[in-house]
């Protein structure tokens, strides 16, 4: 174990890493219920797409944690999902076997932008007050998520107002976000995974904490056959390109796919990596000057790349890398044996789907608010009386999560600091990396735009 995953070196230990797994899980588990509920909407059987988000999971997240030794977790991404199913399926009126192919193949640009080191160039082309505005970012974007998921925040007047306190579901989430707040401040050993459960228990007198009707193991068995491998059938890769007419359209779904799936991941491990140690100065020299896949970083990237195309696969939307990992990184995950425990306990979901599925969003917002809270710690190292990083980093802070977007809150503040360097005459400081990756999201919404 210490030989695999070098606990001692990263200053841990198994009982950390498997308490850190345990919560980054229960952090993300919603998404074994939320992605099947989303996708059978284009008319995929949820039983085959229950079996392809866990499948997806525990290979992505195996990957993360086996090779590239970081305590990220993978599963469909949430965002990407709604992209997939309510614009490329009704919107576009892709079928669901065009866009899993289409799914396929962004996880095939993804491997080659990756093996082409694309990827990290675009990592150290980000400016440093970015990169800790995109750290604080996430922090305000996984906060604003935990709010969202417990309907703490609502929007039935139009603008977000909170919600009015007499549902049990509010009660619960509030004791649970004192719990967590006080256990963290003790510094208790897991103590957002003692939230969670504690905050689950208290949910069953009040109705909160419930068992919900699901579709047994072997029922989703018997309806996988029906998305796994159709990407290569006749109704999915060959479909896509048999009318020429629809090829721009293909191209440019692509291309939104892809940009979005780069830049959720690069942020995540920006914002995340940076703040808790697990990407060293070291990692961040070695992912400039070595090659191959020697550093933690080169092979992070490797893992989210070929998740996505597994995915599709087996029949399901973009696997990415998961903002709640910070859930268990701040519960002092630091190697991949807090990944490979997350694998376990997603398979193990397959066969207790009833008993994970009852934890309630009221457990589990409140671990994600108060490691939002620790992550906004990142926005100290920006110097906000300078406007030239104060307003790309307000972008990538604080509009990533109005937007409910990573990627778009990396885009705009992208887009603002070329436009700032360029009216203070300062162009010829902009790293082409950034002023091409700035043009291609400004292609990426006029093309949306038009479509």
């Not at 525990?58 to 990220?72: D, E, S």
């Not at 009704?90 to 080659?112: D, E, K, P, R, Y």
């Not at 256990?183 to 897991?190: E, F, W, Y």
């Not at 699901?214 to 796994?228: H, M």
Request: with cysteine; glycine share 8%; aromatic share 12%.
């Amino acid at each position: 174990m210490e030989k695999l995953f070098k606990l001692k070196e990263n200053g841990t230990t198994v009982s950390t890493e498997v308490m850190a797994g345990i919560t980054t899980f229960f952090a993300m588990a919603y998404i074994i219920a939320v992605n099947p509920n989303t996708l059978s909407q284009a008319g995929m059987e949820w039983g085959a797409v229950f079996l392809a988000t866990i499948i997806s999971a525990v290979v992505g997240t195996l990957i993360m944690g086996l090779v590239a030794n970081v305590p990220y977790a993978q599963a469909p991404g949430m965002g990407l999902n709604a992209f997939f199913v309510y614009t490329v399926c009704f919107q576009l009126q892709f079928t669901w076997q065009q866009a899993l192919s289409m799914v396929f193949i962004c996880g095939l640009i993804n491997i080659f932008i990756t093996v082409t080191k694309i990827r990290k160039i675009i990592i150290k082309a980000i400016p440093q007050s970015l990169q800790n505005a995109i750290g604080g970012g996430i922090g305000v974007f996984i906060a604003y998520l935990g709010f969202l998921n417990v309907g703490f925040i609502t929007f039935d007047s139009g603008v977000p107002a909170i919600a009015t306190l007499n549902q049990p579901v509010l009660w619960i989430f509030l004791i649970g976000l004192v719990l967590a707040a006080i256990l963290t401040l003790k510094n208790v050993k897991g103590g957002i995974l003692i939230a969670i459960i504690v905050t689950t228990i208290l949910g069953i007198p009040f109705g909160v904490t419930t068992t919900t009707d699901t579709v047994s193991f072997s029922e989703a068995l018997s309806a996988l056959p029906s998305t796994f491998g159709v990407i290569f059938t006749s109704e999915g890769l060959p479909s896509l390109f048999s009318d020429l007419s629809r090829l721009p359209l293909v191209l440019i779904t692509n291309f939104a796919f892809s940009m979005s799936d780069t830049f959720d991941t690069i942020g995540t491990f920006i914002g995340t990596g940076r703040r808790s140690g697990i990407f060293s100065e070291e990692d961040e020299k070695a992912l400039e000057t070595s090659s191959g896949f020697s550093s933690k970083m080169d092979k992070a990237l490797f893992a989210d790349a070929t998740a996505t195309s597994i995915g599709a696969i087996f029949g399901t939307s973009n696997t990415t890398t998961y903002v709640e990992s910070a859930a268990g990184i701040g519960a002092g995950g630091r190697t991949g044996l807090t990944s490979v425990v997350t694998a376990i306990c997603f398979a193990l979901s397959a066969f207790l789907a009833t008993f994970v599925s009852a934890i309630p969003s009221a457990a589990t917002a409140p671990a994600l608010i108060i490691v939002g809270c620790m992550m906004v710690s990142s926005f100290a190292e920006i110097d906000w009386s300078n406007l030239e990083d104060a307003i790309p980093a307000f972008f990538a802070g604080i509009f990533m999560a109005l937007c409910y977007s990573i990627s778009y809150g990396i885009a705009s503040a992208f887009i603002f600091y070329c436009l700032i360097k360029i009216f203070k005459k300062q162009a010829k400081d902009i790293h082409p990396i950034i002023a091409g990756v700035a043009l291609l999201f400004i292609l990426n919404f006029v093309l949306l735009a038009i479509i």
